[in-house]
């Protein structure tokens, strides 16, 4: 579809648009692109191995397995995906997980009430998140150093406070939440659900939302119109630890005892589900709805090659071969773009000299030297 | 030093007596006085380092004056940040525009100052998107902002475009005094001239505004009257249609005294 020259100005009224050509804006936008492309990706993945592997995919079993499986990931990456849109990032989760989940176990062993220490361990998530903001904005410390300090913190506290060892003597109920089932479905299914619904409308709802992309487009810009952008980085930060310290919750209850050994995988799944969501890493992009459905793809690909009995090696070239194709295929799209705009701006002599007049920067001022 | 016209009783609405500002150790500012008419377009010209954009940020609260007054209705303000400046009805369109280019010109208008939706969807910050577009579509229609729609991203438009959604922004919510930084430097001849004839529309609408500019073409063609600033201090304000490229030209570079004074500038 061709865009019409840029150079219009003041000519044309503003058109309000019907609800056809919004939807033709929409088609044409990457993000929504995107996510279509995942979708069919998950469609056309699920659907081979269902036909390969003997009809065993598209099960409530199977798919109840795969929502056990991503919960955790997906309630932390799309949590950090408002600290990526707002412009930082935040590493620290897979060691705030541990020590949530740590926490947790020995409070209940204490005799704690399990809510109690649930709530608890969220708590810590929260204080973690206060301390990433304060390192970032309050000293200064760029994103991704201030928050692998608190990778590598979380995870020795968590040591200290077990002595190294997974905390035993916990009551049965402990491991409801993470493989228990409620009303016929994964206890994960809802909580999972809630929180990436209550994520989204967040994001595309309300005030706080239109300012994280704000903060992370421009900063100063977004001071300038009265933003308060540190106050929203900080949110974003606590939103995301609390999320990690719930999923450490929730990662503690599927094994049963919580040890204090952080799950590099996690982290880095957490990521790759993000960017194939198609947030970008330079802030201001990104939705909570697109790392929702890249979530949902990495668990196809992990649940569908353990399905067809293939090995954990080459689940991991999967995963990275994914990574790479999804941002791949943005890239060449860019590159395509960029190459139509060239070509069209060559081909008509008129178009040319619009362009060539928007480049053109204006000669100085006769009265400007002295 | 200008002659007393009936336009010159018009009353001022906005003034700044002896501004003094300093970054460093270096005064970037040493005199600034400047009064602005009400319905008048004003610019304010000098050479580089001569202390306009230090004047125009300190008008728009983007920064503080280490002395000296801003007066708004002869009234002693303290403008702590761009809010509170917009609170006085001071609304800035600074050089790079502030926009955010990720989100559309409609969230754009409204950036800061959004609308909700009533209880109990204001408590949790829900925006009422339909009521702002609306009221943004409006906004455009009536300045004749050519853009295509406001549900575009403020990124993939045109420089006159995004010029046109950042006055646009500036004079909705009851501004009266608009201030704009170099409206016409990033923009070729034909966006040049639709910005200018935007500035024109804003005063027609009744309100103040202040342009620095680099472009003496564009100042003479907008500007009512015209302020030199020189080496931090205000050299003179005079009318355009009183004045000569040349002189103005003389009093940038020094070549001519103006009244260096600037207590003339009050009248």
Redesign the interface.
Known sequence: MAR?T????????????GPG??LR?ALLNRDVQRLLLNIALILIIGLAVHILGGGKFFTIRNIFALVVQISVMTIIASAMTLVMVAGAIDVSVSGTVVLSGVTAGLLIVHGMPTPLAFAAAIGTGVVVGLINSFLVIGIGITSLIATIGLLYVTQGVANLMTNGLPVIGLPLDFTYVGTGYILGVPVSLPIMLGVVVLLIAVQR????G?YI??A???P???F????NVNRTLTLCFVISGAAAGWGGVLYASRIGNPAPVVDNDLLFQVIVAIVIGGTALTG??GSVLGTFVGAVLIGVVNQSLNLLGVSTFWQYVALGALLVFSVGVDAVARRDSIRDLRRRLTRTPRAAADAS??L???L?????E? | MSAKEPESDRKIVLETRDLYKHFAGVVALSQGNFALRENEVHAIVG??GAGKSTLLKLISG?LQPDAGAILIDGKPVTLA???AA?RFGVS?V?Q????????DAA?NMF????I?LPPPFSW????DKRTMRQRV?DE??RL?????????LVG??????RQ?IAVARAVAFGTRIVVMDEP?????????G?VL??IKAVQARGLSVVIIS????DVFKVADRITVLRLGRTVSTVDRDQTS?QD??GM??GAFPGDAAGSEVRH
């Open positions: 019409s840029a150079t219009e100005t003041g000519t044309i009224p503003t058109a309000p648009t050509q919004r804006l709802l309300t005030r706080f239109r992309v704000a992370g487009s421009d100063q810009a977004a300038l119109n009265g933003i201001g992009q007049r928007e053109t920067p204006q100085p001022e006769k009265g400007r002295t | 050479d580089n983007a940040n761009p809010t917009r800035t600074f790079d525009l502030a926009l955010i280019n990720h989100l969230s950036l800061g100052r959004e909700l949790f910050g829900v925006l579509v455009v229609r004749k902002v050519g853009v295509r729609s406001v549900d575009q993939g438009m045109s420089g006159g475009q046109a016409t430097a990033a923009l070729g001849v034909r966006e040049s639709a004839d935007l680099h472009s003496m073409p490229l103005i030209i940038m570079t």
